[in-house]
């Protein structure tokens, strides 16, 4: 169990060594309009006193696009999930559920690791969550369960700490749907 909970740290930790150039890569059209990103930059003057605008935006788009080190961007999950449904309405239901909660998650993840309320712990813990969702058959009620999870948080109506691996599932269906 402790090789586990090492591999999970050195996964949630990893990224964040990753160097961060001061360019903006191009934006992807795989990822939503910069607009919204940098109307949540301009209203931080906490973050945008750390960070630059182009450090925020590269970390929105590793958000939706993933890393080396962690593959299974928003873009990878939200994928998995609407291809797992078959009925149109299903489809088109569950896209704009991870689409808001694609842009409440990422516009406050890609901040300055001291400004941001939402970590990459979260991240990481509700990322193997909605895949873990996939193989239940519960993606849809998952989806709201994080979404009010991201609000309570973002309102402080929740503390952080009580973002844990089995907020969901158990720590060891999580681990086993992993490896």
Same mark, same amino acid.
Not at 1 to 13: E, K, T, W
Not at 67 to 93: H, S
Not at 142 to 158: H, M
């Given at each position: %169990?402790?090789?586990?909970?090492?591999?999970?740290?050195?996964? &949630?930790?990893?990224?964040?060594?990753?160097?961060?150039?001061? *360019?903006?890569?191009?934006?992807?059209?795989?990822?939503?309009?910069?607009?919204?990103?940098?109307?949540?930059?301009?209203?931080?003057?906490?973050?945008?006193?750390?960070?630059?605008?182009?450090?925020?935006?590269?970390?929105? %788009?590793?958000?939706?696009?993933?890393?080396?080190?962690?593959?299974?961007?928003?873009?990878? &999950?939200?994928?998995?999930?609407?291809?797992?449904?078959?009925?149109?309405?299903?489809?088109?239901?569950? *896209?704009?559920? %991870? /689409?808001?909660?694609?842009?409440? +998650?990422?516009?406050?993840?890609?901040?300055?690791?001291?400004?941001?309320?939402?970590?990459?712990?979260?991240?990481?813990?509700?990322?193997?969550?909605?895949?873990?969702?996939?193989?239940?058959? /519960?993606?849809?009620?998952? &989806?709201?369960?994080?979404?009010?999870? +991201?609000?309570?948080?973002?309102? *402080?109506?929740?503390?952080? /700490? %009580?973002?844990?691996?089995?907020?969901?599932?158990?720590?060891?269906?999580?681990?086993?749907?992993?490896?």
């Amino acid at each position: %169990m402790q090789n586990c909970h090492l591999i999970l740290l050195l996964a &949630i930790l990893l990224p964040a060594c990753a160097a961060s150039p001061t *360019k903006t890569a191009i934006w992807s059209d795989e990822v939503p309009a910069q607009s919204y990103f940098k109307e949540v930059y301009a209203q931080d003057n906490n973050n945008n006193s750390r960070q630059t605008l182009e450090e925020y935006l590269l970390w929105v %788009m590793r958000f939706y696009q993933g890393t080396e080190l962690y593959a299974n961007g928003w873009n990878t &999950i939200t994928q998995a999930i609407l291809l797992k449904n078959d009925t149109p309405e299903r489809v088109a239901e569950l *896209k704009d559920k %991870m /689409e808001r909660l694609g842009f409440l +998650v990422s516009s406050e993840w890609a901040k300055d690791n001291q400004t941001r309320i939402i970590t990459t712990r979260h991240v990481s813990i509700w990322g193997n969550a909605l895949l873990k969702s996939l193989e239940l058959g /519960e993606s849809l009620a998952l &989806i709201d369960r994080v979404t009010a999870d +991201v609000e309570d948080l973002l309102a *402080k109506r929740i503390s952080a /700490e %009580m973002i844990t691996e089995d907020r969901f599932y158990a720590e060891e269906d999580v681990f086993q749907y992993l490896n």
